[in-house]
């Protein structure tokens, strides 16, 4: 069967390339979950959000963080004075990757593979909505826009280039805030979210 990369030219607009994304062959991903997960936002949004991949609820709504990571980065975006309708919230991985357990979905996180090969569409969004800027949440988002796979711990808080020098700031995943058990702990790593997101508010 012939693969999405020999299939020609992206389609040009954000609609049909949601569209084709729909039924992707690039990695295994796809056909197990319920539907594509696209970006959503104002296409000339100034700058742009990148999660990880899809939840759960994610997968069965078909639109990006609407489930308990989602709210959490809607009230630090909002505490941070980031507005989300002004912003294109999208993923790494447009595809939502779990294994079944019971009748439970557990999350698994893309491989380097499935992220490089979902960096095709990636590429896309931002070439469409050509952000002045772009948020890394978390190690894969991060992987995926600036080719290094290295500890988010370590960059946190710092500014690399991406794809055709975006410049891309580097914070943890909201949903790393949610595992944490320790409730100060948690508390803690919840107000530096909160710090870095004011960061790239005051300097876009
Ligand atoms: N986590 C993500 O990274 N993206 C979503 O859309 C939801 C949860």
Same mark, same amino acid.
């Given at each position: ?38 970006? /959503? ?29 989602? =709210?959490? &980065? ?15 919230? =999208? ?16 999350? /698994? ?15 896309? /969004? ?6 002045? +800027?772009?948020? +890394?949440?978390? %190690? =894969?988002?991060?992987?995926? &826009? ?11 808080? =710092? ?6 020098? &975006? ?19 948690? %508390? /803690? ?14 300097? &876009?």
């Amino acid at each position: 069967r012939a693969r999405k990369e020999t299939m020609g030219p992206a389609p040009s607009g954000m609609k049909a390339l949601k569209h084709e994304a729909a039924t992707c062959t690039r990695c295994p991903i796809g056909p197990c979950a319920t539907q594509v997960v696209w970006g /959503e936002g104002p296409e000339t949004a100034d700058l742009m959000i990148v999660g990880e991949q899809p939840g759960d609820q994610e997968d069965l709504a078909g639109r990006p963080f609407v489930g308990p990571a989602g =709210t959490l &980065l809607d009230k630090v975006m909002q505490e941070a004075g980031v507005q989300r309708d002004e912003a294109y919230l =999208t993923n790494a991985v447009k595809h939502f990757k779990f294994s079944p357990r019971g009748k439970r979905r557990v999350h /698994e996180r893309p491989n380097a593979g499935e992220v490089q090969a979902c960096k095709w569409w990636l590429d896309q /969004e931002i070439a469409r909505v050509r952000p002045r +800027a772009a948020i +890394a949440l978390g %190690a =894969t988002a991060a992987l995926a &826009l600036t080719g290094s796979g290295e500890r988010i711990t370590r960059r946190r808080g =710092t500014i690399e280039a991406g794809t055709g020098g &975006l410049p891309v700031f580097l914070t943890i995943h909201p949903a790393f805030i949610l595992r944490i058990p320790d409730k100060e702990r948690a %508390a /803690e790593e919840r107000r530096r979210f909160v710090e870095d997101l004011s960061i790239v508010r005051e300097t &876009l």
